[in-house]
């Protein structure tokens, strides 16, 4: 085992939502791969999660990245942009542009690097004809990123069991405990290093409802969600405001 360390860097899906330990603290992908290092390593394994849910791009590059690389770790995840492809302030050039920038630094630092191409998530929100496309290049640069520096790329884009609404929260936006499971055991993949079978397992999807069944459900999802959600854009607000940037604890 390589890795005696490893810091996550990023936004809600790094953080964890909605994979929920029973104190209400949040597990996520991040926390298994962890895990799992850490039986290899042994008990000298350190790790840190400093991801933050509704980090823009900017946040996590001020907030967390100075942080990552001043614990000099031998392992970083980076995964960030998702928020600002749903603002109306997206600066594509300026994005990519700074994304291979800190990726070469953590990189040019030493450590190996995991970044991820987003899973189609848009397939079942609104407003795919204009987020789509950020998505897509957003995705293509990642890929160009890895390939230029050495990264791990994990594609989780490519993955069509994405479609499938067992892995996503009830909020259609972030993934569901099924769903990390799924990450972790891809990033375990990647790094070549095994894990439970059971974490790439996935339920069947589920059977169509009938239409007006189905009609109720969006008209609940957009009250307890996608409204909430449009009136934190409209009063340029995140749900991680009020959440301090986390201690490094590595």
């Not at 996608?226 to 340029?236: D, V």
Request: with cysteine; aromatic share 8%; hydrophobic share 45%.
């Amino acid at each position: 085992m390589r890795w005696r360390s490893f810091v996550a860097v990023g936004d809600s899906f790094t953080e964890g939502l909605d994979d929920a330990y029973p104190d209400g603290s949040f597990r996520g992908w991040a926390d298994m791969v962890a895990t799992r290092l850490a039986a290899e390593a042994g008990p000298d394994f350190r790790y840190a999660n400093l991801a933050i849910r509704g980090r823009t791009f900017p946040n996590v590059v001020a907030e967390q990245v100075p942080a990552a690389l001043a614990m000099k770790p031998d392992l970083v995840s980076f995964a960030a942009g998702g928020n600002d492809v749903l603002r109306r302030t997206f600066d594509p050039d300026t994005l990519v542009d700074r994304f291979d920038e800190v990726v070469g630094r953590l990189r040019g630092d030493g450590a190996d690097v995991v970044l991820f191409r987003f899973a189609d998530v848009m397939a079942r929100l609104p407003g795919q004809r204009l987020i789509a496309p950020r998505v897509a290049l957003l995705n293509r640069a990642v890929g160009e990123t890895a390939e230029r520096h050495g990264a791990i790329l994990v594609d989780l884009y490519a993955d069509d069991t994405y479609l499938n609404p067992m892995l996503w929260s009830t909020d259609r936006l972030h993934l569901s405990p099924v769903g990390h499971r799924r990450v972790a055991g891809q990033v375990l993949t990647g790094l070549g290093v095994g894990c439970d079978e059971e974490w790439l397992l996935v339920p069947p999807n589920p059977k169509p409802s009938p239409w007006l069944a189905a009609r109720t459900a969006d008209l609940r999802w957009a009250g307890q969600h996608l409204a909430p959600w449009i009136k934190r854009r409209l009063t340029g607000r995140s749900s991680g405001d009020t959440l301090a940037p986390k201690r490094p604890t590595l």
